[in-house]
């Protein structure tokens, strides 16, 4: 599954936003790398600037200082229409927000065909159509039902998913997803995973999960890093960390995060 | 000791205005005991905000109250008439502190005057200084920082402004607080502040029991006494906490509480598997039992039909599923 090559990495990441004394350091610093086929995770609560770095790597904001890496090629400046295309071919995003993320005017069957689009222009509609149609029922929609509704009629779980939809027809090297079962209650949130971990196991795809949810973190990540006030303050193995946590920052979190096995003292 | 509230076959709808009905709650009977914090846990859309407003009477159209009784100090509140209701019983016998609470804060308010505000309707011969001087003393009581009441609702983080609303439902001393998802937009750190200051209030006798809805299992197994699991608009399993958490009878409670993520050691091992398919729509709830399409356990000719009824499978834990009896009443 995990291969040994490398496919991202950021060096001195830094993002500053404001100026003079309001200034704040979203993103301090910030280096790791993730190999082919590895699911890692940023994890951090509100405010940590873990969004911020998924934003950065996107290249949906452009870094005060550091370099992005991406298979071997600096594309830290890239800027030009067809070598950002070229990029999002490679690496794509689930948000957080699924009500933000569409184009409230087109049905979910525009929205998928332009994502096929993407992907190859030689196509034939029929294909598309079947196409779409198995991965919408793949991520557990009816497309008879879905197709032709536009985004505003959908629930933020079925908007998440049509995501995950998108994700599956592009097939990026890299997932970026961005709190991707933020919108999914709690007894379907393992379904998603569990799809997402299996695109990893067939076509080794790698996953970037931003998340403050740590049990997520924990079930999908090889490993984690956990990011506090823009800096990253440890990673490792995810096991590892889970059992035997060094920063206090982990340790409190750790502590914080309600479990079965060990009770609270109130 | 006794029952702070006791509802009885309670159902609440809302209406469309093309006329259809959504069966938010229906036929739901519990009670809540003196003393104790009472988790209410389930899905989106499982009707458990519904439940909190018909418990604290803020049910506002299109939600109307069809049946069922809610009993507080002997008295069927449903049938109180508004002003005896919100004068004798909102804020002091049973308060609530509704989702998003924190942020239906007024923006442009001092929170010092909000207090005021709330005193004063309550207590028409309150000054400002007293009223001041007793959310001051409130406030300190529960080590939240007492200049909290000089700021402004921007000027406070998300978990202080929770803390805020939770003190200020509770300055009139209720017997019981509904808490609907008073943590979900917290992070864990402020998640656990909030926790503690709700057992606070229950040491301190401020309160007498809480009413917590969540969809999260794992935070009620901290500092539940009983849980109840709500599916489609009714009340499927209710029972002590340790019960409800570690050894589930309802198909549905079982599959919930096995599809929780927690960090702990050794769960990565495990496949976690969600619940297939999806809750009904309420507009027209499956026939029976309502969980029977997602049921693994499903009796055809019996679920699809009949309606199980809660019935005791232990002390003090009552379960409505036909795997456990109560077939033919």
């Known amino acids: ?266 | 000791m006794g029952n702070l509230l006791t509802a009885t076959g309670l159902k609440s709808y809302y209406r469309t205005v093309q006329g259809e009905e959504i069966k938010a709650v229906d036929d739901v009977s519990l009670e809540v005991r003196e003393g104790e914090v009472l988790g209410i846990a389930g899905e989106s859309g499982c009707g458990k905000s519904t439940l909190a407003s018909v418990l604290s009477f803020t049910v506002l159209p299109p939600l109307y109250i069809l049946g069922g009784e809610v009993r507080a100090d002997g008295n069927n509140i449903l049938v109180m008439d508004r002003e005896t209701l919100r004068r004798e019983i909102k804020g002091k016998y049973i308060s609530i502190v509704p989702q998003g609470a924190m942020n239906s804060l007024n923006p442009t308010m001092r929170i010092k005057n909000f207090v005021i505000d709330v005193l004063e309707e309550h207590f028409s011969e309150i000054s400002k200084e007293e009223a001041l001087q007793r959310a001051r003393e409130r406030f300190e009581a529960l080590s939240l920082p007492s200049r909290v009441l000089d700021a402004y609702p921007h000027q406070l983080s998300g978990g202080m402004k929770q803390r805020t609303v939770t003190v200020i439902s509770t300055l009139l001393n209720p017997n019981v607080l509904i808490a609907d998802e008073p943590t979900s937009a917290l992070d864990v750190s402020s998640q656990k502040i909030v926790i503690k200051l709700l057992v606070e209030l229950l040491r301190r006798k401020i309160i007498k029991s809480v009413v917590f809805i969540t969809h999260e299992l794992p935070l009620l197994r901290h500092f539940a006494d009983r849980i109840a699991i709500m599916y489609a608009g009714k009340i499927v399993e209710i029972g002590p906490m340790e019960d409800i958490i570690f050894n589930p009878f309802h198909p549905y409670s079982r599959l919930l509480t096995s599809s929780v993520l927690v960090p702990e050691p050794g769960m990565k091992q495990k496949k976690i598997e969600a619940i297939p398919g999806v809750p009904p729509n309420l507009k027209n709830p499956p026939s029976g039992c309502r969980f029977h399409p997602r049921c693994p356990s499903y009796m055809e000719g019996l679920c699809n039909i009949e309606i199980p009824p809660l019935i005791e499978v232990k002390e003090d834990h009552r379960v409505s599923c036909f795997l456990y009896g109560g077939k033919n009443g």
């Open chain 1, 1 to 266: 599954m995990v291969e040994d090559r490398e496919l991202l990495r950021v060096e001195n990441l830094t993002r500053i936003f404001g100026s003079g004394k309001s200034q704040v350091r979203a993103v301090d610093n910030v280096s790791f790398s993730i190999k082919e086929g590895e699911i890692v995770s940023l994890l951090g609560e509100s405010g940590s600037g873990k969004t911020t770095t998924a934003r950065l790597i996107l290249k949906l904001l452009p870094p005060t200082s550091g370099k992005i890496i991406f298979r071997g090629r600096d594309i830290t400046y890239v800027s030009s229409r067809k070598e950002l295309l070229n990029y999002w071919r490679e690496v794509q995003a689930i948000f957080q927000d699924p009500f933000s993320s569409f184009n409230i005017f087109y049905s979910i069957r525009r929205v998928l065909n332009n994502a096929l689009r993407l992907v190859s222009e030689s196509i034939s509609r029929e294909e598309r159509e079947e196409m779409i149609k198995e991965v919408l029922l793949s991520v557990g929609l009816n497309p008879a039902e879905i197709l032709d509704k536009r985004p505003y009629e959908l629930s933020g779980g079925q908007r998440q998913r049509i995501m995950l939809a998108r994700v599956l027809l592009i097939r990026p090297k890299l997932l970026v997803a961005d709190e991707p079962t933020s919108m999914i209650d709690a007894s379907s949130r393992a379904g998603i995973l569990n799809l997402l971990m299996e695109l990893r196991n067939a076509y080794g795809m790698s996953i970037i999960f931003i998340t403050h949810d740590i049990g997520l973190a924990y079930y999908t990540s090889d490993r984690l890093f956990i990011m506090n006030s823009g800096k990253i303050v440890e990673e490792g193995d995810a096991e590892e960390i889970i059992n035997n946590p060094k920063d206090d920052y982990t340790k409190k979190l750790l502590e914080d995060v309600p479990v079965i096995h060990r009770k609270w003292e109130l």
